[in-house]
């Protein structure tokens, strides 16, 4: 008689949130759907959108599904998207939570879309725009790691004019002088040497002046 423990799965619907900011109308150009890294909520990412111009500019942030509380005091929730455990189903929950919001937005491709990802959201964001070929006017990667198992083919539904910007904080305490060196030659193989890298002065922090800079 076997006293091993055995993992089963089941299938079943199960609903999650997302934050908007600004409205969308007839004025909106830019689009912007934005991964949190870990440990965020959307609701409080969003605030590092909030001086692009609000007419031009409605911006979408998935809430990473897996919330936990910050510390032993359980007041202040975070939220991961991925853990290595079950990564590959967990994937494709996300996946699928992604596209879910891109069906219920359903805002015209006339606009220019903005996917942009922070820390651990970066991870998501690349593997969504690859797997589902979501096409995009600019792809912003912010100190996070592109996933080994994306390459080059994942990303040949971008067009020329489409944009890729990897930012990284030159006192960045998770990124070794060993990881960026393997992060850049997995941009420059990946993206075929299109892709822009911008350093700036600090560590790992999301920089409002470097967001209202893209364009």
């Known amino acids: 008689m076997s006293h091993k423990p055995s993992e089963k799965l089941v299938r079943y619907t199960t609903t999650n949130s997302y934050e908007t900011l600004n409205s ?34 409605y911006i979408i942030a998935p809430q990473a599904p897996s919330r936990y509380y910050l510390n032993s005091e359980y007041k202040h929730v975070g939220a991961s998207w991925l853990t290595k455990e079950n990564t590959a189903i967990e994937i494709n929950n996300n996946l699928n939570y992604l596209d879910a919001i891109l069906e219920e937005e359903n805002f015209p491709s006339t606009c220019k879309l903005f996917i942009f990802g922070f820390s651990q959201g970066v991870s998501m964001a690349a593997r969504w725009v690859a797997l589902r070929k979501i096409p995009c006017h600019h792809l912003v990667l912010y100190a996070g790691g592109i996933p080994d198992e994306l390459n080059a083919k994942d990303f040949e539904h971008f067009g020329s004019t489409t944009q890729v910007t990897v930012i990284i904080g030159n006192q960045d305490e998770y990124i070794t002088k060993e990881r960026l060196a393997i992060e850049r030659k997995k941009s420059l193989t990946i993206f075929r040497g299109k892709a822009k890298e911008l350093i700036f002065d600090g560590g790992h922090v999301v920089k409002k002046e470097l967001i209202n800079s893209l364009n």
């Open 24 to 57: 969308f109308t007839p004025e909106t150009k830019n689009v912007w759907i934005v991964f949190h890294g870990i440990g965020y909520l959307s609701k409080y990412f969003l605030k590092y959108f909030d001086e692009l111009n609000p007419l031009e500019n």
